[in-house]
C-alpha cells in the first residue's frame, strides 16, 4: 500500500505563495491518481486539486484556478500544490490523497489513501 506525507504547509500573508509536497511511499507511485483536498473546522472537505496517473491531465476547483498548480515528479514518488495569491479564504488543513489507476474525481470516497495534513493559514 501507499504511505502519504505531507508537508511546506505555515503561515502567510495574504497575496502570499506557499508551496505544499506530499511525499508516498511505495514503488508505483506513476500509477497513482494524486489530488488535494482541504478541510476547514466545522466544514466539509473540499477537493482542491488532482493529476492523472495516466495523461497527467490536471483538475481544479473553480474557486483556486488559476491561482493553485498541482504538479508531480514520479522520479521523487511527490506531488506539490504551489499556491499563489493567496487569500484567508484558503485557510485550511491541506491533506493529500492517492487511488490507483482512476480518473481524478472530486468526492473524497474515490480516494483510499490519505495523508495526515498540513495547515495553511492565511492572514489578512
Known amino acids: 500500500q501507499v504511505q502519504l506525507v505531507e508537508s511546506g504547509g505555515g503561515l502567510v500573508q495574504a497575496g502570499g505563495s506557499l508551496r505544499l509536497s506530499c511525499a508516498a511511499s511505495g514503488r508505483t507511485f506513476s500509477s497513482y491518481t494524486m489530488a488535494w483536498f482541504r478541510q476547514a473546522p466545522g466544514k466539509e472537505r473540499e477537493f482542491v486539486a488532482g493529476i492523472s496517473w495516466s495523461d497527467g491531465s490536471t483538475y481544479y476547483a473553480d474557486s483556486v484556478k488559476g491561482r493553485f498548480t498541482i504538479s508531480r515528479d514520479n522520479a521523487k514518488n511527490t506531488v506539490y500544490l504551489q499556491m499563489n495569491s493567496l487569500k484567508p479564504e484558503d485557510t485550511a488543513v491541506y491533506v493529500c490523497?492517492?487511488?490507483?489507476?482512476?480518473?481524478?474525481?472530486?468526492?473524497?470516497?474515490?480516494?483510499?489513501?490519505w495523508g495526515q495534513g498540513t495547515q495553511v493559514t492565511v492572514s489578512s
Open positions: 490523497a492517492a487511488a490507483y489507476r482512476i480518473l481524478v474525481r472530486v468526492g473524497a470516497p474515490s480516494y483510499p489513501y
